[in-house]
Every structure is written in structure tokens, then in C-alpha cells.
């Protein structure tokens, strides 16, 4: 069976050094992945991109980088401690578990057909959906188990205190207790030391809230920035980084005067919307889609999502959109639930109209893994260069500032002095601070090829001329056209060429 486009980008990652299954020689962990050389650079650039077009470019938005452990109150505050849970449910015929909110739903009673044991190959069987209304997304049966809550926050605990030993040490009483009143006395001993790792660098934000006005001389409309791991302990996890238990967040609340809230909203959905096509991804591959009101987290007055067309795998063929991005309208929620729990003031005194309030909050908040392989898949192609020669390149297509090598330098040949005038370019472009690659190996019609999969956008080669003229070939990713430039301003050039795309080096 021909590869899926998936199929073909998750090999190439692999293969090329983008992104590798985590702790892979001891089997593999599900829904952890590494990123390799290429890949890191990739992930670094779009973040870096992220930074400059929120923070460093705009005098109205500072950053800040919280710990990922903070204060438990925080996450009552927030709602996440009580209300950050997922609904799930468990097939009893595959095994699976799976967000009931993602299940496809059927009548109590609708026959359907699904494979024994959920195996592919196993026997046809005829069943019918069970009195929860759910089938079965992996293998098609009806017999689900009820929802049970499972909140996605990761626990563990910080100081001297042993939860294991705490039990230990009250095991007895444990043991005299019976139903809620036990389970309540086990949540007392483990919560004595519980903290979570954070579940969204958004809260960071809003408890340094008074810390930022008070020393970074800001005022409303201002923004705090942030780029960070967050934690979840995802349930469904598939389609390499999309959805991931350890993921980075690029998160920006941006706080407003109430009144101004659905003014900036639509700025920063529209804003947010042309970030990814100014980075060359596909407008036609992209789309907002406005949350329906009973989508609507609880804090959020209106919420929009950007989302991509990723070429994912489904039972309809290939193909889905997905989320990539959620910008919010979240009111003063979180300011006002943060002033309750913590008994602080987090309300804004303007001088000059002598008003004070709680400011609203408008949140674009983007995944850094979800947008790095968004990038991918859209840069990722195949051009039929040569029909009859059946001749095909792969190529990922990435806009200059994202490209992990930005400019590939090769000697003709081996010989004649070229490699060393080669290598010299190299230096030269890395000392500018240019990601560079020099390779001498195979044909240069196969080194232009081996660059095209990885997205250097650029490659430069010394040959005879370069020794007769001083001049090197420059040939383009995209077009293929070859050019000739001045062998001694390599390195200038691209930097202008880089400057020119946006990219800030
Ligand atoms: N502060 C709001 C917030 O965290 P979210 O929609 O839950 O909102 C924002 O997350 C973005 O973070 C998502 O649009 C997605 O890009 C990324 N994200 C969320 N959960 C993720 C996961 N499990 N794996 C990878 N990325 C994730």
C-alpha cells in the first residue's frame, strides 16, 4: 500500500534528524518524542520568531519566565485543581481510553460492527451501542464503560514530607475509616505536599501581574509574553507532537480596559492569524473557527481557534483541521479569582482619568510542538521535476526565518583548492551567526537534493569559475535556478537576503 503523506513526513523526521521517539532504545514512551539536530533548530526558529514579532517588535508587550512549579492556591484559583478534568471512557473490547467528548456518539441500541479484541485481524463480530450512546473510535464497538473525571494535572511533591510515608505512618486509621471520609483523610495526607507541574503558562502571567505594572513601567493596553513547558497528562495522544503529555506553550495576555476587550479580540485574532501566513504557511490550509458558547471554557467570553489542515490520518481518508491556536476573551476572571484566593488588589488605578479597574484579558495562546509540526507539514512536498524520467524531489518548503541550515556550502569537486575556498565561505557565514552545512560527499545534483529535504533555502557552490573569476554559484531551494555572486560577499549577501525575509540575526 502507498504511504500516507503522514506516513512520509513522520519517516523523513525520523530519518533527517527532525523528531525521534523519546527513550527509543528502551522501547519508546507514548506521546513523548525528542527533537534532533534539525528539529531543534526548527522548534528554536519558531519560537524565536514568536518572540521577536510579540515582544522584541512591539513596545506594548513585555516577557516573563515563571517557574513551572508554583504555589497549589494558583490552580484553585484558576479553576484547574477542580475543574481541569477531562471525561473519559474505556472500551471493553480494545481497551482503549478515550475523551468521551471526542467519542462518536449513536443511539442506545444502533448496531454496529467491530473486529474481536479490537485487532485488525481479528473475527467480524456484530454487537450494538451500549446505554451510553458512545462507539468505539479505534476498533467500532459499543461496549463502553460509564465516563469517570480524571484531571489532567501532574502531581508531585515538594519539601521533606514523603507522601508514601505519611500513608504509611496512618495506615491503621486508614484502615478504621470507610468511603469518603477515607479517601478524604488520603487526599489530606498526600495534599500536605502536593504541588503540580504547571498545566498552561498562562497563570504565571497573571500572578506577576502586579510584580510587571509595578517595575516595567506598562500600562493598559500592555502584554506579558511568555514561552514555556506545560504539563498535562493527556489521555489521547497520536499524530507525532500534536497532542503530547510534555509540551511548550508560547502565551501572551494581553490586558485591556473593559469596555476595549472586543476591539482587541478581533486585533489579535487577525493578528495572530497573519503570524502563520507571514512565515509562509498555506492561507488555504488555514482557517478561524469562532468556539460555539457551550465550547466556551468557563472564564472566556468568546474564544476563536486557528487552525490548520494537518494531513492526518482518519477514517474518511487523509486529512483533518485541527486546533493550532486559541485566542480568548477572558474577561477579568482570572485577575478577580487570583485578588480572591490570594487577598491581593489586582485592580488597575489610571491617573489621568482617575478610573480604577480590573482589567480584561485577551489571550493568544499558541503550542510551540503543535506549530513547529504545523510548519513541517505544510513546508513538506514532492515535485515532479521530470515526469518521464519519473524523476520526483522532496522538498520542505520553509519561509528563511524557520529553515533549521539557512545556507549549504559545497566544493565542485575535491580537488583544485576547492574545498578549502569552500570551507572558508562556511566559516565566514557561521561567524555572521548564519546556521551553516558544508558537504563534499556524492554528486552536487545529490547534495542539492539532500538540502531540499531538510528546507536549506539556499546553497552555494565554489567550482571552476569561483578559481578563474572569483565568482560561486547560488542556487535557489524553490525555483532551482542557479546565479552567480561575488565570491567574497557571501556571506554579506545572505545576511541581507535573511534581513529582508524578516529573520533577525
Ligand atoms: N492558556 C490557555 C490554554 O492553555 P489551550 O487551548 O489549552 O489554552 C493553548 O492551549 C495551545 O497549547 C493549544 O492551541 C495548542 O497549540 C497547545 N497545546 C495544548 N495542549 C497541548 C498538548 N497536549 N500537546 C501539544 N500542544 C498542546
Not at 561575488?486 to 545576511?495: L, M, S, W
Amino acid at each position: 500500500m502507498a504511504e500516507s503523506t503522514m506516513q512520509k513526513i513522520v519517516s523523513l523526521a525520523k530519518r533527517r534528524g527532525f523528531i525521534f521517539q523519546s527513550s527509543e532504545i528502551y522501547g519508546g514512551l507514548k506521546a513523548c518524542y525528542d527533537y534532533g539536530p534539525l528539529g531543534v533548530e526548527l522548534k528554536r526558529n519558531v519560537k524565536e520568531a514568536w518572540w521577536n514579532d510579540m515582544v522584541h517588535r512591539r513596545a506594548d508587550i513585555v516577557g516573563l519566565d515563571c517557574s513551572i512549579i508554583m504555589h497549589p492556591d494558583v490552580w484553585k484559583a484558576s479553576g484547574h485543581l477542580a475543574g481541569f478534568a477531562d471525561p473519559l471512557v474505556d472500551c471493553r473490547v480494545c481497551k482503549e481510553r478515550f475523551r468521551a467528548d471526542k467519542a462518536p456518539r449513536a443511539a442506545p441500541g444502533t448496531p454496529v460492527t467491530y473486529r474481536e479484541g479490537g485487532r485488525k485481524d481479528g473475527k467480524k463480530l456484530e454487537g450494538v451501542v451500549g446505554p451510553q450512546g458512545y462507539v468505539c473510535p479505534v476498533c467500532g464497538s459499543g461496549d463502553l464503560s460509564d465516563e469517570r473525571q480524571f484531571n489532567l494535572m501532574f502531581r508531585t511533591s515538594l519539601g521533606p514530607v514523603d507522601p508514601m510515608q505519611e500513608i504509611l505512618n496512618n495506615v491503621e486509621e486508614l484502615a478504621r475509616l470507610q468511603g469518603n471520609e477515607r479517601k478524604e483523610r488520603l487526599a489530606a495526607l498526600i495534599n500536605q505536599s502536593a504541588v503540580y507541574l504547571r498545566p498552561e503558562t498562562a497563570q504565571g502571567m497573571f500572578v506577576n501581574f502586579l510584580n510587571v505594572l509595578n517595575s516595567g513601567r506598562v500600562k493598559p493596553p500592555f502584554g506579558i509574553a511568555q514561552v514555556g513547558k506545560s504539563y498535562r497528562n493527556e489521555i489521547t495522544t497520536s499524530n507525532l507532537t500534536f497532542r503530547t503529555c510534555e509540551f511548550e506553550q508560547m502565551e501572551m495576555e494581553y490586558f485591556v480596559e473593559p469596555g476595549t476587550d472586543e476591539e482587541w479580540y478581533a486585533y489579535w485574532s487577525k493578528f495572530r492569524f497573519d503570524w502563520y501566513t507571514s512565515l509562509g504557511m498555506r492561507p488555504e490550509r488555514l482557517r478561524l473557527r469562532e468556539h460555539e458558547k457551550k465550547e466556551l471554557a468557563h472564564y472566556a467570553k468568546a474564544c476563536v481557534d486557528v487552525e490548520y489542515f494537518y494531513p492526518f490520518e482518519n477514517p474518511e481518508g487523509e486529512g483533518e483541521w485541527g486546533e493550532l491556536e486559541g485566542i480568548a476573551n477572558r474577561t477579568d476572571y482570572d485577575l478577580k479569582k487570583h485578588s480572591e484566593y490570594s487577598g491581593k488588589d489586582l485592580s488597575y488605578f489610571e491617573t489621568e482619568s482617575k478610573k480604577r479597574y480590573t482589567p480584561y484579558v485577551i489571550e493568544p495562546a499558541a503550542g510551540a510542538d503543535r506549530a513547529t509540526l504545523a510548519f513541517l507539514c505544510d513546508a513538506f512536498d514532492e515535485e515532479v521535476v521530470d515526469r518521464e524520467k519519473n524523476d520526483v524531489r522532496t522538498v520542505l518548503r520553509f519561509h528563511p526565518r524557520l529553515a533549521p541550515v539557512k545556507v549549504a556550502v559545497f566544493p565542485l569537486v575535491k580537488k583544485e583548492g576547492m574545498p578549502d575556498r569552500a570551507r572558508a565561505i562556511m566559516d565566514d557565514l557561521l561567524a555572521e551567526g548564519i546556521n551553516s552545512f558544508y558537504d563534499e560527499s556524492g554528486a552536487i545534483g545529490r547534495r542539492y537534493r539532500r538540502m531540499d529535504e531538510v528546507g536549506t533555502p539556499w546553497c552555494v557552490t565554489v567550482d571552476t569559475e569561483t578559481l578563474e573569476k572569483g565568482t560561486v554559484t547560488v542556487r535557489e531551494r524553490d525555483s532551482m535556478e542557479q546565479t552567480r555572486i561575488p565570491g567574497e560577499g557571501v556571506a554579506e549577501y545572505f545576511r541581507n537576503r535573511l534581513k529582508s525575509s524578516g529573520n533577525r540575526i
